[in-house]
């Protein structure tokens, strides 16, 4: 029924963590589930952990796979699905969090519409740098039905927060059509938001459904692409208009897409760029040169709409907290003064 999927590099504590989860959220559906551990070319002690819990949970049921070279963390992910041997494939994160009944209830899911094309996992996020809880629920949904319209229900969810359907461990594939989805956009393994592409496509086929209760919680902020400041502003410069145009050729609604674009043309993206500059000054013209053109594309009339209401409101925000905090508190006036 359901194949899952660790992808895992240089992080041995972290799989440890997630094999024990795994070895108790198993327990009653061993027969209906294949574990698969992708270690991506580790140096650390990681094939000793794999080779450790192979052995408490046995060959038949863990299937342990080394890369002969690291191939990238989205090849890594790739492979994976496409590898995959059971109806459904799940890829689950080696640093996220995941509720001990998790594999119970996405199997029963499962079990009840088999031909699902999409499940979406509630999930919670937590920085990984100071423990906040960034948010308790990322879609706020009231019931668990089944959307016969795949592509109108993940372009509501695009429309809300595309990070949603962009975290790995949040997504549950119909094995057959991810497959077609990796080779419907090949050379796509360097684009960090590929694996919006390929839920979209998932959903764009068959039905969706987006669970109500929270079932892990993502760790923010560890993401490979967050120290690189290059490969960061490419995430929002590059990768994604790329995905805008390739979810355009998916039959994705105009809106979604424009805003897509949109939202990386904010303030707090000239952080990012600022950091790229210093880095790469090359990288990040060129990036920035992309972007401007994704932009044009956009239309002048959509791109003066989000300035007007999104941009510069955000701005003179920001600019009314400088002064304030720079002019510092206000000075009491002294009894005598008239």
Known sequence: MLTIAIPTFNRAAQLDRQLAWLAVAVAGHEHQVELVVSDNSSSDSTPEVTSRWQAVLGPELL????????????????????????????????????????VTAVVERLARHPDLALLNLGFSSRSAITGELLFARCYDVDDERVSADGLAAFSELLAHDYGGVALTSAQVYRAD???????????AEDNLVVQIFWGAACAAAGDLQVTEQVWLECSAGTHFFVDDPVLHLRLGFVD?????????????PEPVLRELVLHHLARSEARVLLRAARH????????????????RRVGWSATREHLRHTVLPDLRCYLREKVRAASGPRRPLSRGAA
């Not at 059509?177 to 050379?187: D, E």
């Not at 994604?240 to 994705?252: K, S």
């Open 63 to 102: 299937q342990v796979r080394r890369q002969p070279e690291n191939i990238g963390a989205i090849r890594n992910i790739r492979d994976c699905l496409v590898r995959a041997r059971e109806p459904h494939v799940w890829v689950v994160g080696d640093d996220d969090v995941l509720s001990p009944a998790a």
């Open 240 to 252: 994604v208009p790329e995905l805008a145009q390739q979810l355009r050729g998916l039959g994705y």
């Open 280 to 295: 790469d000054a090359r990288a990040a013209a060129a990036a920035t040169t992309t972007y401007a053109c994704a932009v």
């Open 177 to 187: 059509l991810v497959r077609a989805a990796v080779q419907t956009w090949t050379g």
